[in-house]
């Protein structure tokens, strides 16, 4: 059974960092590419950024320069290192990958405010 579990959100002052991890079970996880999607209140969930099975990795132009996706084969995790959050960055981080079907994470909250 395919699992994608969130952390590492929370309360955070503009120009502040968080790092989210998503731990992922149930599939052969190098071998998919992984994502982190965003969901804002009012808002459309977006891609902010991907990482393929290989390391290769893009970005939402709203987040380059200021987060870093990475993967951790050896632990099944993928990670979003977010640097110099904005209050705009305010939203629900999700953590997908598609194996058969969309799996999604529950979430978890960066809130970005002084």
């Known amino acids: 059974q395919v699992q994608l579990v969130e952390s590492g959100g929370g309360l955070v002052q503009p120009g502040g960092s968080l790092r989210l991890s998503c731990a992922a079970s149930g599939f052969t996880f190098s071998a998919y590419s992984m994502k982190w999607y965003r969901e804002a209140p009012g808002k459309e969930r977006e891609l902010v950024a991907s990482?393929?099975?290989?390391?290769?990795?893009n970005y939402a132009d709203f987040v380059k320069g200021r987060f870093t996706i990475s993967r951790d084969n050896a632990k099944n995790t993928v990670y979003l290192q977010m640097n110099s959050l904005k209050p705009e960055d305010t939203a629900v981080y999700y953590c997908?990958?598609?194996?058969?079907?969309?799996?999604w994470g529950k979430g978890t909250l960066v809130t970005v405010s002084s």
């Open positions: 997908y990958s598609y194996y058969h079907r969309d799996y």
């Open positions: 990482v393929s099975s290989v390391g290769i990795t």
